[in-house]
């Protein structure tokens, strides 16, 4: 007999646990582990973001007409969505990385993850919603009129 081998009990409840966390999503994680994904996914797009804006600043020792097109396409309002999502997304990383060292380095962190991670949604959103306002608002009178 092995000596790894669980009683009949403990696997049954192995497998409750097992399918109480399968309930619901798609990715079957708590919100952690959605906050471990989307804090990967904002670092991944930050990083592309200062890639093009590195090329395209990089431009205007090339072509500086070139440079001058390129800033034209900015002012867009497609672009001025894709700049919410920007600062949505630089945002929402900032505060899950300080979340995120707290956990590893306070020695309480573990025990408060899941209540940091609540407070750094509502504080993305207290901050997100009058920003996302200013940042639309001129984009909102230029497509619908306005002062």
Request: hydrophobic content about 50%.
């Amino acid at each position: 007999m092995s000596t790894t081998a669980s009683t009949a009990p403990e696997a049954a409840a192995s497998d409750r646990a097992g399918a109480s966390r399968r309930q619901g999503t798609f990715y079957r994680g708590d919100p952690g582990m959605w906050s471990w994904v989307l804090h990967r996914i904002t670092g991944v797009l930050t990083f592309f973001f200062l890639f093009v804006h590195v090329l395209d600043t990089a431009l205007v020792r090339v072509s500086p007409n070139t440079y001058d097109q390129v800033i034209e396409t900015y002012k867009t309002p497609i672009v001025n969505l894709l700049e919410v999502g920007l600062v949505g997304a630089v945002l929402f990383h900032a505060l899950n990385g300080i979340r995120v060292m707290l956990v590893d380095f306070w020695s309480k962190g573990p025990k408060f993850q899941k209540t940091m991670l609540w407070v750094i949604g509502v504080v993305w959103v207290v901050v997100m919603v009058p920003g996302a306002f200013f940042m639309l608002k001129r984009t909102a009178e230029m497509l619908f009129g306005g002062n």
